[in-house]
């Protein structure tokens, strides 16, 4: 774009308006992502979080780093639980059961994900179980009193030698005004044969969006339908890298019956069942019209670890066998794989990262070495038409290939930014695969990483940063792939990484959309399908900006962020062969104080204030932005 630099004093009061002017043609086509969502096993993002399931340890499945424990579990009445290895286990994936050994009435009580969510709707359960029985089950949802809030007998067809599934529902009549309530399954100890009874895969699901089976929590997918995400990086992050290389993530272990899913220690804090896995990822793409970027295993895990080349191509045969799984036809061995689980129609893959953050964990090297270029021409050589992304833009990256970049950082280190895209080339498009305004600005010391639990949640000042680095993503739209806040969901009661963009609790009504959620939410529903270039004789600072046309809706745009003002902001903007009397819708995001949060049970605190707004005698929109503020002008 062409700026003419006239350099104001930084504290100019603003008599005169900026004055901007778009031109009508000169820029360029969007990539159109724009700004999408990311998924990774922290926080609680997916297990007791996003994934719907209720029942916290379902399967007593544990690992080297978390071994199997009865976590969430406790007994009921005077019975006793122990975890058992049978010699005949449900299944290879799920070795461990509880065994609940009672006279009387008998069972084990679970906590949920720190509490379950209680109100009139019907609640899917199962479980297995194994032992002689000739009673009826009781399933019930108490509360923290022990108040019984919705029970239903299961009577039982339970054997002695073998696994059996049993279903059952339960339909509360009212809603609980807490959340700390618990799920139990109980027995008459006395009837069974032999004083205790084997169980394991005990699950409980609320209605799930688009009621699919093992699907996703309602509230947490309105609210990222509302926010409009375009694309869905998946499976991470640094959880699809693994503490170890056998503590990778496995595409293969995440898919078919949940009883074949053996689980794994995620590389945060909990040990993850895999419920939610590759197809449960694409099918959220599709509820909520995702383009997928895939993420796949690159031949590093956190520990430094890294595949030597001669060992290599076992993972890139293993990406490869991944995306045939996806993309495959049914006649294909994997394309049947898919099949077999319930998928026969074959999705589409465009774009795929290999790995997560390689120039970290003693990783770079071998990846401009040998690793990136393995899985590039192996992916290439198979499938032309996949765009390739390189998971750090610290390399040569080669031609057609695109890079992935992330920034956690203080305010005014983001503003700082706001002209790194500048001079890009577009032969290597860039994903913003994670950004997030983390700590508040601390004399320029940078953001201090021994301690993850930074800022609680996105603040107002945090919120405005980003905008001014994703506007000057905006005006080179053309190179940019998209931009995703990170990490995007939290559990308030469990998590080891903050601020998220959505963060939450056992209780639906309480979920906070954070500052930054109302930025993205906005920037997203006023996208450019082209830039267009503009003109002032003011530098940018304190106001940022940048301008297009969205074709399909034939509206001009100009979005913008003021950081940093001692006054107001006046604009004049013109955009060319636009006249006098064009109507204009203004929005302008404010919030009551810079260090403004929305807090899971709090009240939205970002002031959003549209108005409508006529071009004067030139053609001219003449408006005033205050400090901290984001704005979007789009004609009508
Ligand atoms: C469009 O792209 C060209 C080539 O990358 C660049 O020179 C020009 O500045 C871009 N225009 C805008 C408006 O960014
Ligand atoms: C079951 O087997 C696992 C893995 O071999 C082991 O770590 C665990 O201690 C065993 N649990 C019990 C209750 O025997
Ligand atoms: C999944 O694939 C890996 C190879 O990447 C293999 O070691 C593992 O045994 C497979 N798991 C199952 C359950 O087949
Ligand atoms: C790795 O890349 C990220 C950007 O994606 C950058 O912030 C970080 O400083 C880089 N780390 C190293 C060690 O170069
Ligand atoms: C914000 O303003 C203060 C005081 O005028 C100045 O010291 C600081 O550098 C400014 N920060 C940015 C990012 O412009
Ligand atoms: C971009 O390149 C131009 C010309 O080489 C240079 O003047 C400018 O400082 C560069 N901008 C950035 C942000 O590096
Ligand atoms: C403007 O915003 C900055 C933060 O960027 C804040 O520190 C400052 O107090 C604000 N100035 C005024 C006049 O409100």
Known sequence: MLHKYLLLPLLASYGAAVTISVAKSGGNATSGLQYGAMEEEINHCGEGGLYAELIRNRAFQGSSKFPSSLDAWTAAGDSSLSLKNLTDP????????????????????????????????????????????????????????????????????????????????????????????????????????????????????????????????????????????????????????????????????????????PGRATTWQYQETLGLGLVEYMEWCDDLNMEPILGVWAGLALNGDVVPESELDFYVQDAL????????????????????????????????????EDNLSNGLESYKAYRFEAFYKGIKAKYPDIQVLASTIDMTIPEGAGGDWHLYDTPDNFITKFNMFDNYSKDHPILLGEIAATEPNNGGAGIDWSNTHFSLYPWWIGTVSEAVLLLGAERNADKIIGTTYAPFLMNLDSYQWSPTILSFNSNPDETARSTSYHLYSLFNHNIMTNTLPSESPDSFGPLYYATGLNSKTNSHIFKAAVYNSTADVPVSLTFEGVGRGTKADLTILTAPDPFTMNAVGGDNLVKSKTTHIKAGKKGEFSFKLPNLSVAVLSTN
Do not use: C
């Open 321 to 356: 066998n991944e995306i045939e799984f996806l993309t495959g036809s049914v006649d294909t061995e994997y394309g049947a794989l898919r099949a077999k689980v319930g998928h026969p129609e074959p999705w589409k893959i465009k774009y795929v990262e290999v790995g997560n």
């Open 90 to 261: 449900l299944s290879t994936a799920l070795p461990t059961s509880v065994n609940v050994k009672g006279s009387g009435t008998a069972g084990l009580v679970n906590a949920g994900f720190w509490g379950i969510d209680v109100r009139p709707q019907k609640y899917s359960g199962s479980f297995f179980v194994k032992g002689k029985y000739s009673g009826s089950f009781t399933a019930s949802l108490l509360s923290p009193s022990g108040k019984v809030l919705a029970s239903t007998k299961v009577t039982s067809k339970s054997k002695a030698d073998s696994w059996v599934q049993h279903s059952f529902t339960l339909t509360p009549k009212s809603k609980s005004s807490d959340t700390k309530n618990t799920f139990s399954l109980t027995f008459d100890g006395s009837k069974a044969s032999s004083g205790s009874l084997d169980f394991n895969l005990i699950s409980l699901f609320p209605p799930t969006w688009n009621d699919r089976p093992n699907g996703m929590r309602k509230d947490l997918m309105q609210a990222m339908k509302d926010m409009g995400p375009t694309f869905l990086r998946f499976p991470g992050g640094n959880n699809l890298e693994g503490d170890t290389i056998p503590g990778r993530w496995k595409w293969n272990e995440t898919i078919g019956p949940l009883k074949d899913r």
